[in-house]
């Protein structure tokens, strides 16, 4: 696989999963609610998990967010491809610029004999690379 993101700008991914550090729930809200122009409430999911459901273009997004599932990371996945991303790194660059913090993302959509730890990471000033992000578990 390539250090770089897919760039295939016609794919639309089925789901969108990036990583956040630092996360703030409120600020985290407060910037969903602008990417998708309504107010954005999180329910309790379980221990460090929330739950909120977003609508675009009359699709209903579920969205989940695990909070400290690597390095300090939180998780924060779209059940959809109706986001206003096309990929995750899209939605990763998104975030940094607007939250103000490091996103994290894979390189693409994995396939059999790609290295599972290579990852995209996009820091608040804009800065990207491709790195290794070993898995803890």
Same mark, same amino acid.
């Given at each position: 696989?390539?250090?770089?993101?897919?760039?295939?700008?016609?794919?639309?991914?089925?789901?969108?999963?990036?990583?956040?550090?630092?996360?703030?729930?409120?600020?985290?809200? !407060?910037?969903?609610?602008?990417?998708?122009? /309504? =107010?954005?409430?999180?329910?309790?999911? %379980?221990?460090? @998990?929330?739950?909120?459901?977003?609508?675009?273009?009359?699709?209903?997004?579920?969205?989940?967010?695990?909070?400290?599932?690597?390095?300090?990371?939180?998780?924060?996945?779209?059940?959809?491809?109706?986001?206003?991303?096309?990929?995750?790194?899209?939605? !990763?660059?998104?975030?940094?610029?607007?939250? /103000? =913090?490091?996103?994290?993302?894979?390189? %693409?959509?994995? @396939?059999?004999?790609?290295?599972?730890?290579?990852?995209?990471?996009?820091?608040?000033?804009?800065?990207?690379?491709?790195?290794?992000?070993?898995?803890?578990?």
């Amino acid at each position: 696989m390539s250090d770089t993101p897919h760039t295939d700008a016609d794919e639309q991914y089925p789901d969108i999963e990036i990583y956040l550090k630092p996360l703030s729930l409120e600020a985290l809200g !407060a910037w969903l609610g602008e990417q998708f122009g /309504q =107010v954005v409430v999180f329910q309790p999911a %379980g221990k460090l @998990q929330h739950r909120t459901r977003l609508t675009r273009d009359g699709t209903e997004i579920a969205v989940l967010v695990v909070e400290k599932v690597a390095d300090g990371f939180a998780s924060l996945w779209f059940d959809s491809a109706s986001t206003p991303w096309a990929r995750d790194v899209d939605c !990763a660059r998104a975030a940094a610029r607007g939250l /103000q =913090v490091e996103a994290r993302c894979s390189l %693409g959509s994995w @396939q059999p004999g790609d290295e599972p730890d290579r990852f995209f990471r996009v820091m608040a000033d804009g800065s990207e690379e491709a790195f290794t992000w070993p898995d803890q578990g």
